[in-house]
């Protein structure tokens, strides 16, 4: 029985889970919202926070789960990118509490762990106690996937391949033309026969060694700002709460996207661009209040009806065709119909029903996350985990922190 606790403290969520067997025994997250007044988050105050709430989020997700600390198989962390403060509070916790039970230790890449989201799959127990989850089909897509990795801080194309099923062919096309030339040479059946049993028992030593985890190839990514950044500094111009997103979200289900057209860039291959996008948006609006005659945004709502609606609906489509077109180009150029949306942005109920109508329209087998396990969580760290572990994919003890990297 493989029990594992995982620690997710990459930003301003503290979050802990438990899984058992790949099943998810619970996932608890505290959420910090000191950081409002401030217009986003505040790394020191989110450390401190962090501090605060690891040993309640921790203690709660070990009862939820039934599970002692001194049945764990395993502590897990998410060693980054992130804020290096907060990630230096999960990380110090993870490696306290993995010496102390003197068990392994392993780190998870924080976008690695929302692409993983889809292969989380609650228990029972944990379906039953918690409603936001009943009724869901929790299904993974088949490799090889494309996964839309979409974020406050990054915006990714990932190609995901199982490593073991790609690997276990190299190894059988390899024996078996290992034979063929042995053959050519006129060896008697007998040593061919013993070259086959060799060949095969090579076969299975090697496919009993290979990685459970999937690989992960980023085929494009932002080259400056990710779709998140962009919702959240465009929101911030207008006037609207921390954190932006949810509220551009909301707006732009009433506004008109056809009012205020906003510019898209041509960056070549699968890359991203917002930069371009979020000027546009600042001169469209500096535009309007120079034509109005007025000196703040709220004067210019005033003057202006549905103002913020028409702007969150016009920055809300246009973020989401940039990113659909490029996710559409790269499943058309690959021959790939599997193609699934992570991060936090994925909870956005536009790029969402986009992913949808592209799967229509496209024939594509589209996967979206449950709501619960699109943002920071640790539910998803548990699940990279799991498959970590199964690899006996440790981590040392000295290991520190990365506030920057990729997959």
Not at 328 to 354: E, F, H, T
Not at 360 to 372: C, G, L, N, V
Request: aromatic letters at 6%.
């Amino acid at each position: 029985m493989i029990n594992i606790l995982s620690i997710e403290s990459s930003c301003d969520d503290t979050s802990a889970a438990v899984i058992r067997d790949g099943l998810l025994l619970s996932n608890v997250t505290a959420s910090q919202s000191v950081h409002e007044e401030f217009g986003g988050v505040v790394p020191e105050l989110a450390s401190r926070a962090h501090q605060q709430n690891i040993v309640p989020v921790v203690d709660a997700a070990l009862r939820r789960a039934g599970v002692d600390k001194r049945e764990l198989s395993a502590i897990a962390f998410t060693r980054g990118p992130g804020l290096l403060g907060s990630l230096l509070v999960g990380t110090s916790f993870a490696k306290g509490l993995a010496l102390s039970l003197n068990i392994p230790l392993i780190e998870v890449n924080h976008l690695q762990g929302h692409v993983m989201a889809h292969f989380v799959h609650p228990a029972d127990s944990m379906i039953a106690a918690n409603p936001k989850l009943q009724g869901i089909e929790f299904r993974h897509p088949a490799f090889p996937f494309l996964c839309l990795l979409v974020s406050g801080g990054n915006s990714q194309i990932v190609l995901v391949d199982n490593i073991k099923r790609e690997a276990s062919k190299d190894i059988k096309r390899e024996a078996s033309n290992d034979i063929k030339r042995e053959a050519s040479n006129n060896i008697k059946r007998e040593a061919s026969n013993n070259i086959k049993r060799e060949a095969s028992n090579n076969i299975k030593r090697e496919a009993q060694t290979q990685n459970h985890t999937p690989s992960m190839t980023i085929l494009g990514q932002t080259i400056d700002d990710a779709a998140g950044e962009a919702f959240d500094k465009c929101a911030k111009v207008l006037g609207l709460p921390y954190p932006g997103g949810p509220w551009v979200d909301k707006l732009a289900q009433l506004g008109d996207a056809t009012r205020y057209p906003l510019a898209k860039p041509n960056i070549p291959g699968y890359d991203y661009s917002f930069s371009g996008l979020k000027t546009s948006f600042l001169y469209s609006l500096r535009d309007q209040m120079r034509a109005e005659g007025v000196e703040t945004i709220d004067e210019l709502a005033a003057k202006v009806p549905n103002l913020r609606e028409d702007y969150c609906a016009a920055l809300q489509t246009t973020v989401i065709d940039i990113l659909m077109r490029k996710l559409k180009r790269a499943a058309s150029d690959l021959g790939i119909c599997q193609v699934a949306l992570a991060g936090g942005v994925s909870a956005n109920s536009g790029l969402r029903a986009a992913m949808l109508d592209y799967a229509r329209r496209y024939h594509w087998q589209a996967f979206i996350p449950p709501f619960s396990f699109t943002t920071d969580n640790a539910a998803m760290i548990a699940q990279a985990a799991y498959y970590k572990f199964l690899d006996a994919d440790f981590c040392p003890i000295d290991a520190v922190p990365y506030a920057k990297t990729t997959i």
